[in-house]
């Protein structure tokens, strides 16, 4: 079973910064794509970014040439790096695992708020 980990949520200003982590632990195997998907007050969960280990990523297209996802597979960890935040950017983050066995496991959420 895999378990993930979130943190790096909070307020900030528009046109601000600030980095998600989403730690991984359990029996993760070799093939995965982990990522961050949102969900705000009346939306449905949607695709932010993921990131295979290879570091094969996808993005959403709002979020491109602004987000940037990673990976440190030693320490079995996925960030996104948000830069220039807009208020349409607020949402719950929830960080995701696919594995091979192509179950879906989801975090727990972390707010992002973006306001002045």
């Known amino acids: 079973q895999v378990q993930l980990v979130e943190s790096g949520g909070g307020l900030v200003q528009p046109g601000g910064s600030l980095r998600l982590s989403c730690l991984a632990s359990?029996?993760?195997?070799?093939?995965?794509?982990m990522g961050w998907y949102r969900q705000g007050p009346e939306n449905a969960r949607d695709l932010v970014a993921t990131?295979?280990?290879?570091?094969?990523?996808n993005y959403a297209e709002s979020v491109k040439g602004r987000f940037t996802i990673s990976i440190d597979n030693a320490k079995n960890t996925v960030y996104l790096q948000m830069n220039t935040l807009k208020p349409e950017d607020t949402a719950v983050y929830y960080c995701?695992?696919?594995?091979?066995?192509?179950?879906?496991?989801w975090g727990q959420g972390t707010q992002v708020t973006v306001s002045s």
């Open positions: 995701t695992f696919l594995g091979e066995d192509g179950r879906r496991i």
């Open positions: 359990g029996s993760i195997g070799r093939f995965f794509v």
């Open positions: 990131t295979t280990r290879r570091s094969i990523t």
